[in-house]
């Protein structure tokens, strides 16, 4: 049973900062592409960023300056610190990632998290 588990979420107040995890379980054989996306009440899921399992990133134009991805392949974890935060950045943040599972048939898996709610407000 593969899980993606994330911390990090809360409230906090315009300007301020937090740092989301994701910590990834269960039987797998590597991780590709880890990432994090993100869904507005009312609106469509997006990207927030991706990093290869070599640490390329991808980050969305909306978080770029302020938003850093980051992973540690031996915890299985990727990270998302986000700083200089603004209202319009409050959603419900959700972890994704490619997984290689399987010995001799492998496959590559898409799994998400549950997802964890940040809140920017004063």
């Known amino acids: 049973q593969v899980q993606l588990v994330e911390s990090g979420g809360g409230l906090v107040q315009p300007g301020g900062s937090l740092r989301l995890s994701c910590a990834v379980s269960?039987?797998?054989?590597?991780?590709?592409?880890m990432g994090w996306y993100r869904q507005a009440p009312g609106k469509q899921r997006e990207l927030v960023a991706t990093?290869?399992?070599?640490?390329?990133?991808n980050v969305a134009d909306s978080v770029k300056g302020r938003f850093t991805i980051s992973r540690d392949n031996a915890k299985n974890t990727v990270y998302l610190q986000m700083n200089s935060l603004k209202p319009e950045d409050t959603a419900v943040y959700y972890c994704?990632?490619?997984?290689?599972?399987?010995?001799?048939?492998?496959?590559?898996?898409?799994?998400w998290g549950q997802g964890t709610q940040v809140t920017v407000s004063s």
């Open positions: 269960g039987r797998i054989s590597s991780i590709n592409v």
């Open positions: 990093i290869t399992s070599s640490g390329s990133t």
């Open positions: 994704n990632a490619y997984l290689v599972q399987g010995g001799l048939k492998i496959s590559v898996n898409n799994y």
